[in-house]
Nanobody
């Protein structure tokens, strides 16, 4: 069993930066692929970025490439999402997810554990 808890969301102006964190419990964290998803009001949940169990493989949605960076700290059992050059369309609830598999997947139904989400609001 893995529990994940997100933090770091907030209100930021367009062009600004935020770093989201996801603290994971459980000794198997290091064997799971992790990902960030987001969901805006009235829209479906969408994949943002994923990272392999080793940290050596990452993938990103096209709309965040070059602006967001996903990383993980094994000593702290924590996943991060560094977001820069934020746009109003990045406004959403951001979710951390863990998958009992070494590799990330862009499908939300491929993930086994989810956090409660953290709100990110980007003002224009």
């Amino acid at each position: 069993q893995v529990q994940v808890v997100e933090s770091g969301g907030g209100l930021v102006q367009a062009g600004g930066s935020l770093r989201l964190s996801c603290a994971a419990s459980g000794r198997t964290f290091n064997t799971y692929a992790m990902a960030w998803f987001r969901q805006a009001p009235g829209k479906e949940r969408e994949f943002v970025a994923g990272i392999s169990w080793s940290g050596g493989g990452t993938n990103y949605a096209q709309f965040v490439k070059g602006r967001f960076t996903i990383s993980r700290d094994y000593a702290k059992n924590t996943l991060f999402l560094q977001m820069s050059s934020l746009k109003p369309e990045d406004t959403a609830v951001y979710y951390c997810a863990a998958r009992k598999n070494p590799l990330p997947n862009p499908r939300s139904d491929a993930y086994d554990y989810w956090g409660q989400g953290t709100q990110v609001t980007v003002s224009s």
